[in-house]
Nanobody
Framework: QEQLVESGGGLVQPGGSLRLSCAVS????????MGWFRQAPGKEREFVAS????????TYARSVQGRFTISRDNAKNTVYLQMNSLNAEDTAVYYC???????????????????WGQGTQVTVSS
């Protein structure tokens, strides 16, 4: 059974940091690009970051560029999102997703992902 499970969300003060993890099972993780998306209350889900299958390429939304870092550990079947300098606008449910194409590159297009986690809440508040 293919499954993505996120963890690491929580409540953090403005300026703080969190690291999200996403464990993948049931799919050959090392062959797929991965992405992070988020959905804030009352807003549509939006792209955050993506990493290709070999970790040689990454791309970020402008709103998180320079503050967030996506990485992966293919030995652990896990993708990470390190989030620094968090602010209230980063409050959202964060979802990891797996691209549908084997050996695919980075992508900020939601429909190019076919496997999604359940989401983890990140709240930035003092």
């Amino acid at each position: 059974q293919e499954q993505l499970v996120e963890s690491g969300g929580g409540l953090v003060q403005p300026g703080g940091s969190l690291r999200l993890s996403c464990a993948v099972s049931g799919r050959t993780f090392s062959k797929y690009g991965m992405g992070w998306f988020r959905q804030a209350p009352g807003k549509e889900r939006e792209f955050v970051a993506s990493i290709n299958w070999s970790a040689s390429g990454t791309t970020y939304a402008r709103s998180v560029q320079g503050r967030f870092t996506i990485s992966r550990d293919n030995a652990k079947n896990t993708v990470y999102l390190q989030m620094n300098s968090l602010n209230a606008e980063d409050t959202a449910v964060y979802y990891c997703a797996c691209r549908r194409t084997v050996l695919g590159g980075v992508s900020n297009i939601e429909r190019e992902y076919d496997l999604w986690g359940q989401g983890t809440q990140v709240t930035v508040s003092s």
